[in-house]
């Protein structure tokens, strides 16, 4: 889960949720401002070349979705269904 990263995850929510609404938060003001600077220092050392600094300042990627209505409730003949 961890070695996922932000466009993995994105298209694994796009994938399985279409119109899905992803929103990344990073710390709060104070703290990503430190961070962002920290960040800055080891990008002038040639370090975390590999990662983007969403990937590196996002605390929480959230997904909204709603699932679609029904055929039945959007005024839609549902298809038939079939059992074994």
Request: negative net charge; contains cysteine; charged residues 30%.
């Amino acid at each position: 889960m961890n070695e996922w990263g932000l466009a993995q995850w994105t298209e694994l929510f796009e994938r399985v949720c279409p119109g899905v609404t992803i929103s990344l938060e990073p710390h709060h003001d104070e703290f990503d401002q430190l961070l962002r600077r920290e960040l800055g220092e080891l990008r002038s050392r040639g370090e975390v070349a590999d990662y983007s600094d969403e990937e590196l300042l996002t605390v929480n990627c959230r997904a909204a979705w709603r699932k679609p209505a029904e055929p039945a409730l959007r005024g839609e003949v549902a298809p038939a269904r079939v059992t074994a």
